[in-house]
C-alpha cells in the first residue's frame, strides 16, 4: 500500500499548558503536575488506575449531574442509545445534494452534521448545538431557560428524532430546562466530535494518498489529538497502592495527550502515519485511548467513528484542500482537543 502523501508543511501551536506536557513530561509514566495532582503517561500504570474503580457521575464526561440533578447509568445508555438510533437514521438516508463543505472547519462540519441528524427538530433544539454556547456555562443556560419558556413547546409524536421526542415528553418549565440541557449533552458532543476529528485529520496529514482507508486517517487523527487530552480521577485510596508516588489526597490525571505520543510506544511518533494503523489494533494498542479505557469507553465511539469516515469521504470526493495559504494552526486549551480553524478551499 501506498503511503500517505506528503502535505506542505504547517505548524500546530499548542497552547501553553499542553506545550509544557509535551517539553517536560514526554516519556514519563508518573510525575507531579500540582501539589495536588499526580500526572499519569505509562500504559502500565494506567491500565490499573482506569481499572481500578469505575468512573463516578462528576468524573464522567457528559453525564455529569446536570442542573444538580443526577444522571443514573441507566438513563445515560437510554439517551445514548436513542443518538445512536438518531444517527443511524439519518445514515440510512439520501444524502442532500450538492453539499458545499468548503469554509472554516470544523464548524462548517458541526452544521453539517446537526441539520444531517437533527435538521427536523424545531429551532429551539437545534440552537443548543451552536458552538457559541461553548463560550460559558451561563451563555448556555441563558439560552436554555428562554427555550423552555417559550410558547409552543414541541408535540410528542410529531415529526421529531428520538432525542426531541425525549424533549417534547418534558411537561412543566423544570423538566423542560431539564429535557434541553439533556438534548445538548446528548447530541453536542457527536457534531462537535465529529467534526473537530476529520478538521484535526485533514489539518495533520491532507492531501491524502487515494488508496489510504478513511478509517486509518481517523485512528490517526485521533492519536495525534485525542478528544480528551485528560481523563480525570478523584483521590481514591486504590491508587496509591497501585503506585506509590500516588498519595492518599492526589488527583489522578491520566494523559493521553501524552502516551499517544511517547517515542517508547510509537515509531516516529510525531509524525502523521496512517498506514502504521495496517498492523495495529485500536482497541488492543498500548497507551491509545482515545475513547477511554477498555474498561470504560466512551458510549459514543460508535457514532463517531462511522459519522468521522462519511464527512472526510464526502471533503475528499469533494476535492477541498486546506488553504495553501494557511501554515499555522492553533490547539487550545479546551475539553476537545483540536486545531482551532482550518479553511478548507477548492483545489485551484
Avoid at 152 to 168: H, S
Avoid at 333 to 346: K, N
Amino acid at each position: 500500500m501506498a503511503l500517505s502523501v506528503t502535505p506542505r508543511p504547517r505548524t500546530t501551536v499548542f497552547a501553553p499548558r499542553l506545550a509544557a506536557l509535551l517539553r517536560d513530561h514526554l516519556g514519563k509514566d508518573v510525575f507531579r503536575l500540582e501539589p495536588d495532582t499526580v500526572g499519569v503517561a505509562g500504559p502500565e500504570v494506567t491500565d490499573r488506575i482506569l481499572a481500578a474503580r469505575r468512573a463516578t457521575e462528576t468524573e464522567r464526561p457528559t453525564f455529569k449531574p446536570l442542573h444538580g440533578r443526577s444522571i443514573s447509568r441507566a438513563e445515560a445508555s437510554a439517551v445514548t442509545r436513542t443518538v445512536g438510533h438518531d444517527v443511524r437514521a439519518a445514515l440510512s438516508r439520501p444524502l442532500p445534494e450538492d453539499i458545499d463543505l468548503a469554509g472554516p472547519w470544523p464548524l462548517t462540519g458541526h452544521l453539517f452534521l446537526r441539520d444531517l441528524i437533527l435538521g427536523q427538530d424545531p429551532r429551539r433544539l437545534r440552537l443548543l448545538m451552536s458552538r457559541t454556547l461553548e463560550l460559558t456555562p451561563k451563555l448556555t443556560w441563558s439560552v436554555i431557560s428562554v427555550g423552555a419558556a417559550l410558547p409552543g413547546w414541541p408535540t410528542p409524536g410529531g415529526p421529531l428524532t428520538g432525542l426531541g421526542e425525549r424533549a417534547a415528553r418534558a411537561v412543566g418549565y423544570q423538566e423542560r430546562r431539564y429535557a434541553m440541557g439533556m438534548y445538548r449533552r446528548a447530541a453536542a458532543p457527536v457534531c462537535f466530535t465529529v467534526s473537530t476529528l476529520v478538521s484535526n485529520a485533514l489539518w495533520l496529514g491532507a492531501p491524502f494518498a487515494d488508496d489510504t482507508p478513511g478509517r486509518h486517517l481517523i485512528h490517526e487523527s485521533l492519536r495525534l489529538l485525542p478528544p480528551s487530552w485528560n481523563i480525570l480521577r478523584n483521590a481514591s485510596p486504590e491508587y496509591g497502592a497501585i503506585d506509590g508516588r500516588i498519595g492518599d489526597a492526589d488527583d489522578v490525571l491520566v494523559l493521553p495527550f501524552l502516551s499517544h505520543r511517547d517515542p517508547a510506544l510509537w515509531d516516529d511518533p510525531d509524525t502523521f502515519r496512517p498506514e502504521r494503523w495496517e498492523h495495529l489494533d485500536p482497541d488492543t494498542t498500548p497507551g491509545y485511548l482515545p475513547f477511554g479505557h477498555s474498561s470504560e469507553r466512551c458510549w459514543g465511539r460508535h457514532m463517531v467513528l462511522p459519522l468521522a469516515e462519511l464527512l472526510l469521504e464526502l471533503v475528499r470526493e469533494a476535492g477541498l484542500v486546506v488553504d495553501r495559504d494557511q501554515h499555522y494552526g492553533k490547539v487550545p486549551l479546551l475539553g476537545l482537543l483540536g486545531v482551532e480553524e482550518v479553511r478548507l478551499t477548492r483545489r485551484r
